[in-house]
């Protein structure tokens, strides 16, 4: 499915169920697919930071983004995260997600390296002029270490090198610098040419970065809740921010899952990832809740907590 | 004008207008008092970090609270900032500002030193017994270094150590789970205790606080349009977000002064501070726009670029 | 004592005693002195981070200042700390320092403001230009959040506005890099002009330091064995590298004390500064080992783990 | 050749030649290699950071590493960098690496993700047991942003899964507890056990690292000058400390190339290695000194500079 319009909307991203060696569960990747497209979603971002995509090996990526794809079926556009260090590795993901179908990219600036703007400048222009697919910028200084500044943003956005951006930046006032310089919420919705895409990653303030004037989210836990993540979207398309507000404040406390797992024991992102798939595997979406190696597992103490995390927010698991 | 109900609305960090000699120019900061409050605002925040209170002396402080205190004469609220690096400096600044007729402090955790949670807890629960006034945590951590954490805001807030928070960590996400720990929007609202308030510092995106459930605003650059900000809070407070966020975007290219001056002669504080007192100037508000020493000073070229701001925001200079 | 030669040897910050009210024991720290002049050092550095300087009001440091110029009675050099914000506080505690018998100056970049590279070179410029005292740099990230640029150093050093530099940045190849700047280990031993004082303040890599042309040292644990640190530089300079590596380790083995306190209890700092008074009030030093308030004090266990270390590295408890 | 011995000495990271296309150039890098035995170091590190290895693909990386065991003939070992953001991607590349003939491997903490103490044991665990070949953890937060901590290495140390250290921490304290813990330069020298093989990344204070009792050194400037390195490693090794200081110090006025690249206009990253290139082409080791894209290229201003670095450090160019 061409992105023929902006993308908006809500595009989770999806995670990768794995069975118990590791590797991936298609089966249980395309019932997800199911549950989400089934949520009303508006996209899917498969191999994305919630995907695991960095666990993954090239070949358990093209697995996932297939299965995906395959799933989706055109019901939806896919998006598929090109994560790697620097441009040549990416744009090896980028020629391997577009022989499998994706509608489009997602790709980070250079990591682990040390990088200059105007050799990130240099390495979205080579992807975007090497694949043939709209590309979004994937702004996440937790995992890259470095911050896409708006100016460059803006300078790709008004030369056509970036179809969007995907902002997990967690700097909501940049953002909201950004979209006032981009045209503000009425002249962007107003204009003739074709839009500048912003999602945000925050999923905790959707109905704030909505309020703004950005076009979607990528909510992490949108894995567990999609039909919670599209209310919230479409009380805010329909001007009823009260119920927006509502709806956001419900998927904050289901949020709080993610620190299920004790933070002496685990990392934060492994507490987080192993509660979504926890949740999923209690919703019946997966069948094993494990994450990647070499991640620690939530215990079963933490699994009953994201229980009652789904039982209080109205998703009562079914195993 | 003591705190009987919670702190709400628009309360802006004085800035500390200074003679070209670099005293506190009390006539010129009485002159902005008068400006803050005629333009609707519901509390003044006097030493503050927008007021330069770490460049400041202690006669200096005093001087200048004296003067927001005495211009002020209980039409509003008058929060201080008692800024310094723990405990023991900190009581003191407390007592005088008490003395001086503040009706709150306003302290950060302490920095310099490297803290822990516990200690944190410690410096504000001595400060809190010690003087006798409602006390806000200030989270600050481009200029403390450490975050104030969910929990332990929390706990403080409970045990009735802290009156509320003021929170310019830029987190808004954090943010959220707080106020949904808290009570959440209609909780809060509807509660009959004595509320917790909670003051964002995140000047560009004040109709998502709100909407999210916080109680106001502390913004730097309403200094400059105190009145832009009431309105904005009046748009919220009757539900109509709309206007509230067209309101807010006229304040986010208000707010692009803040880089008139050039990264590469002056640090980013410095510009900013330098381009609201610019505006205060050009506004005849006060009559000398110079920052305090070390800061460098705005050019005449940045000053004409502030001015440039002015205008397009609808707020014409007089001089 | 003035400073008529550069400064070189082991200085070390003096630690302030405190009763258990928490005011400066000035007996004890009369003792302390004793205790540092007795094994040889070669200065004293008043109101350093070691001293909790942070933590001591405008009172308190001029008491332990004027304890420290006392019991020295210009038998070595005394160096004060005047540890503040910025240029205008920093400036009052030099005058009050000058005023109370200091023989130089140590301070840092402004901190709790962002400051540009500019700014400090002002700071420190108006600093020298105010009061008459030779001027140390006081490079100290952890707490002040920015590095002095090598360059910075060079040119405020070339210019005659530092007198030294205390190196605390951790950042060996750095100060390797202008120590070769300013003429190389032989260069600078050999200048006929009055030396640039380069001290480290990285206890556990000193015979490095000094085989790469530095001057001295500031080893916080040098409050509770001066006499291995001036065995160290002793060895050093006679060009016995071997003995002063040995010397070395078991400075690193003593200095395992700062760990003492458990990290989910109270912070490195805290335990740190903490350890260092418990081994001197165990040697008989001082007469209270607590560390100011909001500081998380040492348990009897942590204790008697500071009481180990100091047998292990042949300096026996008298209590 | 296998590691019978723990590895020690000068063992640089082997710059990988790139031809204008970008492409690997195999015959540049032979002879990269024998310039580099032939300056007398005892071993290579190929696919190392300075090897641009996060720009290489893997067909890149396979070439490369293929031409420097090939050329290297079992003269010296051949440490092969398996970088890769976790476990499972980490575990191919090693087995690449020992497919193609590499003597040992060196790998980071994951990274891009976050990552727990408890994870990271379990993913240098997991690649020992998988692919039988000695190895060294990579400590280099510059690029993976998080330190592997003493205690960690120590576990990792005595367990035997980990051959040996390659600190690129820049901690050189913390280097000196953790060599001290292993049991001090005396100890670990005498000791009758398979040593634990510690080198430092820290090309500006190796006599510094040796005189601590490190075992050798990774200079990534070594590629330009390996008879340096070998010169000041043998005089550490001799005694002769005076000696080692004076080869390390012309050392550190050679490497102040690496900033050949203005900071307004390149990365320091981008800088660094293209002055080493720059260098090796000036010296006709290799053909183009070009570093692969996205990094910006050093202009023909910043060459002429390399070029004087190595006039005056007694290296004149042949080009």
Redesign the interface.
């Known amino acids: 499915m061409s992105l023929t319009s902006p993308l908006h909307g809500v595009v989770p991203p999806v995670c990768t169920p794995l069975d118990p060696r ?1 590797e991936v569960d298609t089966a249980s990747l395309a019932r997800l697919v199911e549950h989400l497209i089934g949520g009303g979603v508006h996209g899917l971002f498969a191999l994305g ?1 919630t995907s695991e995509v ?4 090239d070949e ?1 990526r093209a697995t996932a983004l297939e299965t995906v794809v395959d799933a989706t079926d055109g019901r939806v556009p896919v998006l598929a995260g090109v ?1 790697d ?5 990416v744009v ?1 993901h980028a020629r391997s997600a577009a022989g499998l179908g994706a509608d489009a990219l997602v790709a980070t600036a ?7 703007g ?3 400048a ?2 979205f222009r ?1 992807l975007r002029a090497t694949v043939d697919l709209p590309l979004f910028a994937y702004d996440i200084p ?4 470095s911050k896409l500044s708006p100016a460059l943003v803006r300078e790709l956005a008004e030369d056509g090198t970036l179809a969007g951006l995907k902002d997990s930046s ?4 940049g953002l ?2 950004l979209i ?1 310089e981009l045209g ?3 002249g962007r919705a107003n204009s003739p040419a074709p839009r500048f895409s912003i999602l945000t990653g ?4 959707v ?3 909505l ?3 950005a076009d979607g989210v990528v909510p992490g836990i949108g894995n567990v809740d999609p039909a919670g993540y599209v209310r919230l979207y479409d009380a805010a398309r329909a ?1 009823n ?2 119920l927006a ?2 709806e ?2 419900r998927l ?2 289901l ?2 899952m993610v620190d299920a797992g004790p933070e002496a ?6 507490s987080a990832l192993g509660s979504f798939k926890a949740a999923l595997q209690l919703l019946g979406v997966i069948d094993c809740g494990d994450t ?5 597992q939530l215990s079963a103490e933490s699994v009953a907590l994201v229980s009652r995390h789904l039982r209080a927010a109205g998703l009562p698991p079914v195993r």
């Open positions: 590791g930071s960095a666990y993954l090996t358990q994560i260090t620097t441009t040549a590795r090896e250079p990591f682990y390296t040390r990088t200059h105007k050799e990130i240099q390495h080579r937790v995992a890259v270490h967690g700097d909501e006032g909201r610098r006032v503000g919420r009425e925050s999923e905790l303030t109905d704030a970065a309020l703004a004037g001007g921010w009260e507000a509502q956001q404040e904050v406390e949020f709080a024991d685990m990392g934060r992102s492994s990647a190696f070499p991640q620690i």
